[in-house]
């Protein structure tokens, strides 16, 4: 039986920063991968999404232009784009699993599952460790309708090599608006349906409303509190039954959300206790019923919005806390979230509804950018911002914005909440004019 002073399983984000620094440590590391080495990311997730999304963005860009400078017809090529997602994604995880050799870090290709509180199986090798880091993300969640095992998962979408005439998106999340825009914007006849009718809860509702106008003006259609009985294959379609209608598309792809990625590990065996939000971790993110176990990522229990950069953070915080008797605690700090549609939809700090719940005396800046030179020149649609500022302090709260530029404004509201900037202090730095950010005096 092999033994580690670490075995991390899964490798992405959290994995990755915990695995590199440990081995730095002259720590013995072993690092357990089912798929491809870096997980969802780059391989299945932000990376090659954000690909594509780079090139359905210029192409909007374009169109919006033409006429006024730019000619000719261009048009966003889903075949093409995708040729130059491969490029990418066919090797990184080769590359990635080579780097942690070259750092002299164990890897294995397999599930695991657990044997005891120390010990683990991936394939026919059994491992032991003074230290687990479960890292291994999350996975579509089940969904209640006969059929459900035919849908396509954002695994399978970013895999096409060609899109059907139509498709639709299972629930009104993250994954299916951003799918839902690059298919639109590739030709495709979109539909999104959804079993409430508010989508992306978490971001500022007046927002949310102009993307769905927006999307709607797209081409994407709609179909609010649809409780779907079942999704039936007939031929080269599926139907979709709900309560109230019957949608007829080439495809359908889970969008509905994803759950902790943990029923093959046997947790049980190894004592770790989880709950609907994954491993239930302390402040520590150390597992509160086997201290030889922590959990990083969004396989913890730990609240916080999906898609969002914390996953490394976390990974250095539990390596900091294996190496040193100085217990770290987890601080989310203000973490930015962005939806990567057109325009996109991002927040960081607190929300309106939740300042108001814990009665924070704040003053909104509520603004609309459209008119701006920024937002005219490039012809955007509607760009709209809201900062919350603590009337007592001076700093910044909150802010959420709707355009094109919004992971601009984010990443520096991001930067003024944490470090605790009063609004005097970001009045008095200088940027270049005409830019995104020299707008900024505009908004606080």
């Known amino acids: 039986m092999k033994s580690y002073d670490v075995i991390i399983i899964g490798s992405g984000p959290a994995a990755m920063a915990a695995a590199f620094s440990l081995a730095e440590a002259n720590k013995q590391v072993a690092v357990i991968e089912g798929k491809r080495f870096g997980g969802t990311c780059p391989n299945f997730g932000c990376d090659p999404k954000k690909i594509l999304y780079t090139r359905s963005e210029a192409v909007w ?23 130059e997602k491969n490029r990418y994604t066919e090797s990184v995880y080769i590359d990635i699993e080579q780097l942690m050799k070259d750092s002299g870090i164990d890897t294995y290709l397999g ?7 120390e010990t683990i ?36 979408f970013l895999n096409l090599s060609s899109l059907p005439a139509t498709i639709a998106f299972i629930g009104a999340g993250y994954i299916s608006f951003e799918f839902a825009h690059l298919a639109a914007r590739a030709g495709v006849d979109v539909h999104i349906i959804d079993a409430g009718d508010r989508p992306l809860k978490a971001f500022d509702q007046d927002h949310v409303n102009e ?17 779907i009985q079942s999704v039936t294959a007939n031929g080269e ?37 989880t709950d609907e939000g994954g491993i239930i971790v302390d402040n520590t993110l150390r597992s509160v019923s086997n201290p ?24 250095g915080l539990v390596v900091n806390n294996i190496l040193n008797d100085k217990k770290q605690e987890l601080d989310q700090g203000a973490m930015p979230s962005v939806v990567f549609t057109i325009p996109k939809l991002a927040r960081v700090g607190y929300t309106k509804e ?11 800046h509520d603004v609309e950018m459209t008119e701006w030179l920024t937002y005219t020149m490039i012809k955007e649609d509607k760009a709209l911002g809201k900062v919350y500022i603590d009337q007592k302090t001076n700093q910044v709260l909150g802010a959420e914005f709707l355009t094109v530029y919004a992971d601009q404004w984010v990443n520096y509201f991001s930067t003024a909440i944490q470090l605790g900037l009063k609004t005097d202090a970001l009045s008095s730095v200088h940027f270049t004019y005409p830019s995104v950010l020299g707008d900024s005096s505009n908004l606080i």
């Open 354 to 364: 939740e300042l108001d719940k814990q009665q924070v005396a704040y003053d909104l």
């Open 111 to 117: 599930y695991a599952t657990f044997l005891g509180k």
């Open 292 to 315: 030889r176990v922590y959990a990083a990522g969004d396989v913890s229990s730990t609240q916080s919005l999906p898609l969002t950069p914390l996953s490394g953070q976390e990974g």
């Open 61 to 83: 860009q374009a169109q919006k232009l033409t006429g006024s400078g730019i000619s000719g017809e261009i048009v966003f090529n889903w075949e093409d784009a995708m040729k």
């Open 211 to 227: 993307l769905v106008k927006q999307s709607e003006q797209l081409g994407i259609t709609f179909h609010w509190n649809a409780s």
């Open 121 to 156: 199986q991936v394939n026919d090798q059994h491992m032991k460790a003074e230290h687990f880091i479960i890292a291994t993300g999350l996975t579509p969640s089940d969904l209640p309708f006969s059929g459900s095992d035919q849908l396509l998962t954002h695994e399978d």
């Open 237 to 273: 379609h599926y139907v979709i039954k709900t309560e109230e209608e019957t949608v007829t598309v080439n495809k359908v792809v889970h969008g509905a959300g994803r759950k902790p990625n943990i029923a093959i590990l046997d947790l049980d065996r190894a004592g770790v206790e």
